[in-house]
């Protein structure tokens, strides 16, 4: 197999601070470079999708500020991997109509989404000794936020995943099973510790979330042994750790069962019975009404802001906590 060459190769860096853009095949993004010589080498980002804007405000506001007076290793934060789909305010890039977060690891000779998708693995992933996505609910959904990770690899990946998800401790804990095509599977097919923060979404960005990602942040930056000073005390961390991928799939979660109205009737961070009714979706036609039960009991975690659906569009997901 032929060594993919690095078009920015971190360890040749000088210590400090630096500006770059990864750039290839048409496809491209804005990274922000500390280095800081010898080290675990940590890797951030933001909009995977391109209407979720925590990550982004977040990393942008570390790009302008930190500035630390001593790293051992590099950190690399890019605030908008999916810059079509940003632009565009959707979740998808409009180029092709692809999900970035189920392109992964992608085909440089594929579409524009496949093809940014190999940038980020082959110039990124492949020079990181760990990994952290930043997603939310976007435009369309609301969320009770948390942070997970891939379950099931085992041995010293898994504990540092659990250990920096733990990190997060404003947030609960959601770990699920192997799903493909995600950012996290390319860290995962190269044994890489990961993980991802959802934070609320609804198109807007929570105060409350940015201070759950800072401390979380600072926090990983500590115990990786990046950052001088001392690890603060992290709070208890409700979690919920399987190994059904499909529990943490949330776009099979509750589908519209056809095009319609949706208007919702449980609350967000509630807990349901199975066959209690979420929401209902009236058709445009003036037909009846029809009515989603709760596919099982749990409290609801995501719940769908958007009233406009199209059939099979994820109304909410259950989680049991």
């Not at 302008?64 to 632009?87: C, H, I, Q, S, Y």
């Not at 997603?135 to 990770?149: D, M, Q, R, T």
């Not at 959802?198 to 600072?218: F, I, M, P, Q, T």
């Not at 990983?220 to 409700?238: E, F, N, T, Y």
Request: glycine share 12%.
């Amino acid at each position: 197999m032929t060594k993919t060459k690095f078009l920015i190769d971190l360890a040749r860096l000088r210590p400090g601070f630096h500006r770059r853009r990864f750039a290839q095949d048409g496809v491209g993004f804005e990274a922000f470079i500390w280095r800081g010589g010898s080290g675990p080498v940590l890797l951030v980002n933001g909009a995977t999708h391109g209407d979720e804007y925590e990550g982004p405000t977040l990393l942008r506001q570390w790009a302008d500020k930190w500035r630390p007076a001593r790293l051992r290793g590099t950190v690399v934060m890019v605030p908008v991997l999916n810059e079509p789909a940003f632009f565009a305010g959707q979740r998808c890039n409009p180029a092709d109509g692809c999900n970035l977060a189920r392109s992964f690891p992608g085909r440089r000779k594929g579409r524009p989404t496949e093809r940014l998708a190999a940038l980020f693995d082959q110039q990124l992933l492949a020079q990181a000794t760990h990994y952290i996505d930043l997603h939310s609910g976007g435009v369309p959904y609301e969320l009770k936020p948390w942070a997970g990770y891939i379950s099931g690899m085992g041995g010293e990946v898994e504990r540092l995943q659990r250990e920096m998800t733990a990190c997060f401790d404003r947030f609960w804990c959601w770990a699920g099973g192997f799903l493909p095509g995600r950012t996290l599977s390319a860290a995962y097919a190269r044994n890489l510790p990961a993980m991802y923060v959802e934070c609320r979404g609804c198109g807007g960005v929570e105060s409350a979330d940015l201070k759950g990602l800072d401390d979380g942040l600072r926090a990983v930056i500590r115990l990786l042994g990046l950052g001088a000073g001392s690890a603060r005390r992290l709070r208890p961390q409700v979690s919920r750790i399987t190994t059904n991928a499909d529990e943490t799939h949330l776009q099979v979660h509750h589908p519209a069962p056809h095009d319609g109205l949706f208007v919702p009737r449980a609350r967000l961070d509630r807990d349901v019975r199975r066959g209690e009714v979420i929401g209902s979706v009236l058709a445009l036609d003036g037909k009846a009404a029809t009515e989603v039960p709760a596919v099982r009991a749990g409290r609801i975690v995501m719940l769908r802001r958007q009233r406009s659906v199209r059939r099979g569009d994820a109304l909410a997901a259950l989680a049991p906590i």
